[in-house]
């Protein structure tokens, strides 16, 4: 079961590597264009 939530994580950093870096930066110019 463990090998089925790590299966999930690691594709979609391949779909969507910028994901992760888009919600960081996404808040900060929320933020700053506030």
Same mark, same amino acid.
């Given at each position: =079961? @463990?090998? %089925? #939530?790590?299966?999930?994580?690691?594709?979609? +950093?391949? *779909? *969507? $590597?910028?994901? +992760?870096? *888009? @919600? /960081? $930066? +996404?808040?900060? +110019?929320? %933020? /700053? =264009? #506030?």
């Amino acid at each position: =079961m @463990a090998k %089925v #939530e790590i299966a999930p994580l690691r594709p979609w +950093d391949d *779909f *969507f $590597p910028g994901a +992760d870096r *888009f @919600a /960081k $930066p +996404d808040f900060s +110019d929320l %933020v /700053k =264009m #506030e």
